[in-house]
């Protein structure tokens, strides 16, 4: 079962919520894994998803890590790119490590819609 990262930055938590619910089934196809904060709202949308920490405590590095030990398939990021954030150089690490090991990223909803199509089991 391939794993896709889900992260969203808080001014766009509302925006994976909705992505998650139009998406229900076919992400309950996929093994889910989120920093804590946006794993806490998938839950609410009714997927099961393994939590990390939230970004600015380390999540974002963490799943980082997993990238690069070949665990996690393809990255969602909903980031906002107009806001600074503290933790931004886990941020590029993790975007620059997608990118090193080819790994898919997406950072809006539209990219992401088709990611998970292409990748459905």
Do not use: W
Request: aromatic share 4%; hydrophobic share 45%; net charge positive.
């Amino acid at each position: 079962m391939k794993t896709i990262a889900l992260i969203a930055h808080d001014g766009k938590k509302a925006e994976m919520v909705g992505f998650t619910k139009d998406h229900l089934e076919r992400l309950r196809r996929f093994r889910l894994v989120a920093t804590g904060s946006t794993g806490s709202y998938i839950e609410k949308a009714g997927l099961a998803v393994e939590k990390k920490k939230s970004g600015p405590l380390g999540g974002d590095a963490q799943i980082a890590s997993d990238v690069v030990e070949g665990k996690i398939q393809a990255v969602i990021f909903l980031r906002d790119p107009l806001g600074k954030h503290p933790h931004d150089p886990d941020i590029f690490m993790l975007m620059r490590i997608c990118d090193v090991l080819n790994i898919p990223l997406a950072t809006n909803t539209a990219a992401a819609s088709l990611m998970i199509k292409a990748l459905d089991p």
